[in-house]
Each structure stands twice: as C-alpha cells, then as structure tokens.
Nanobody, 119 residues
Framework: QVQLVESGGGLVQPGGSLRLSCAASESLRSVYVMGWYRQAPGKERESVASIIIMYNNRITYADSVKGRFTISGDSAKNTLYLQMNDLKPEDTAVYYC???????????WGQGTQVTVSS
C-alpha cells in the first residue's frame, strides 16, 4: 500500500524555522494536487499550502501563513516540502502531507508530524 512519509517536525522557539519533507513510498501517477494541512488541538484540519499541478503548478497559501511559509515539490518524484519561517505559537499543530490522484480517484495522507512552537 502506498504511503506518504513525512519528516522534519519538532520543537522550535517563536521566530524560528523548520522544513517539513514528504515523499511517497512508491511512484504515483495522475497526482493533480499536492499540499500540506495542519490540525491543532481542538480544531478542524485546515489547508496550509497547496500546489495545483493541473493548473500549471499554481500555488496557494492560507492567509495565516502567507509570507512566512513556502511550499515546493516535484510532482514527477512525488516529493513535497514546506519551509516554515518566523514560526509563531499559533502554528503549533500536527502537519499532514496530502496528495490527490485522478486515477484512482482518491487522496493519500501522511501519518502527520508534530510542530510545536514554544519558548
């Protein structure tokens, strides 16, 4: 079964940086969106950033992370990254990698990686 494997989470002080990585355990076809989501305690999972491959790799960000986070990736290699700068306590959450496929019509999730921003 295909898995998305994440790494790079951890504990960082406010203003610090982290880089998250995600890779598929095997080659994926027909991926049309790759993105990062996060879920804080007691809150719903929310989209952080996405690469919409089918729209010429259009990139979108949640307003709360614009100017601080940068998403990048390689759809051919099924790898995805999230560079997070100027981290704030409100960025504390479990971060999930997500890839949506046309064939089969499904989406894959990583296991999640904890990011904690605290002094």
């Amino acid at each position: 079964q295909v898995q998305l494997v994440e790494s790079g989470g951890g504990l960082v002080q406010p203003g610090g940086s982290l880089r998250l990585s995600c890779a598929a355990s095997e080659s994926l076809r027909s991926v049309y969106v790759m993105g990062w989501y996060r879920q804080a305690p007691g809150k719903e999972r929310e989209s952080v950033a996405s690469i919409i491959i089918m729209y010429n790799n259009r990139i979108t960000y949640a307003d709360s992370v614009k100017g601080r986070f940068t998403i990048s990736g390689d759809s051919a290699k099924n790898t995805l990254y999230l560079q997070m700068n100027d981290l704030k306590p409100e960025d504390t959450a479990v971060y999930y990698c997500n890839m949506k496929r046309m064939i089969p019509n499904d989406e894959l999730w990583g296991q999640g990686t904890q990011v904690t921003v605290s002094s």
